[in-house]
Structure formats: C-alpha cells, structure tokens
C-alpha cells in the first residue's frame, strides 16, 4: 500500500508520464519490499511551487507506507526517486523534497476497509 504523492512545478504536457510511473511503482516496490500490485504513485504538474525564493523546476514529494521504511531505505528511496525526477523532468536533485510516513494500517483505507 505504499503511495508516493509527488507535485512538480514542471509541465507534464508531452512527457511520457506512464515511464515516470513505472519507474517509480518499481523503485518504491523493490525498495520498501512491497508488491507492485498495492504501489500507488500520484504525479502532479505545473503547480505552483517556490523553493528557495525562486520557481526554477523544483518538487515536493510525501511517501506513506505500513512499515518497510527506515533511515537505510528512505535514503535509498530519496536518492532513486531524485534521480527519476531528475532525468525525466530535469528537477535538480537539491531541489526536491521527500517527506516519509510509517502509518499503522488502520490509518490506510482500502477496498471499503482498511489494512
């Protein structure tokens, strides 16, 4: 149930954004050491974003999964995920935030329940 939220300020207009969200669904799965099958990933363009007191391409992204993260893999899912961002949307890695949540599945709804 791992989701990945990421807004950029870039245009996704003309990407091929189905190979940012494979990459990432892979990347996140592998990572946290979850199926595929329950990685969702939200990726939304040209929205306002000022980091830094500039609007250059930047990106801000929160992570929410039931259990699988700790020091080791959240700096392995940064680095991954910064490098997508990077070579897909030209976002400078050192401008890119990732928040990480370990949530209790309870807090997770799913299929009319929750986890």
Same mark, same amino acid.
């Given at each position: =149930?791992?989701? @990945?939220?990421? #807004?950029?300020?870039?245009?996704?207009? $003309?990407?091929?954004?189905? /190979?940012?969200?494979? !990459?990432?669904?892979?990347?996140?799965?592998?990572?946290?050491?979850?199926?595929?099958?329950?990685? =969702?990933i939200? @990726?939304?363009? #040209?929205?306002?974003?000022?980091?830094? $007191?500039?609007?250059?391409? /930047?990106?801000?992204? !929160?992570?929410?999964?039931?259990?699988?993260?700790?020091?080791?893999?959240?700096?392995?899912?940064s680095?991954?995920?910064?490098?997508?961002?990077?070579?897909?949307?030209?976002?400078?890695?050192?401008?890119?935030?990732?928040?990480?949540?370990?949530?209790?599945?309870?807090?997770?709804?799913?299929?009319?329940?929750?986890?």
């Amino acid at each position: =149930m791992p989701c @990945l939220n990421l #807004s950029t300020n870039v245009s996704v207009d $003309g990407v091929d954004t189905s /190979a940012i969200l494979s !990459e990432a669904t892979s990347t996140v799965a592998k990572l946290i050491g979850k199926p595929e099958a329950y990685v =969702m990933i939200v @990726l939304k363009g #040209s929205v306002p974003i000022a980091f830094g $007191g500039t609007e250059q391409p /930047a990106a801000y992204g !929160e992570l929410v999964s039931i259990g699988g993260l700790s020091p080791d893999v959240n700096k392995k899912l940064s680095a991954a995920i910064a490098t997508i961002l990077e070579t897909k949307l030209s976002v400078p890695k050192s401008r890119f935030f990732l928040k990480f949540y370990d949530t209790k599945g309870s807090n997770f709804g799913w299929n009319g329940s929750t986890f």
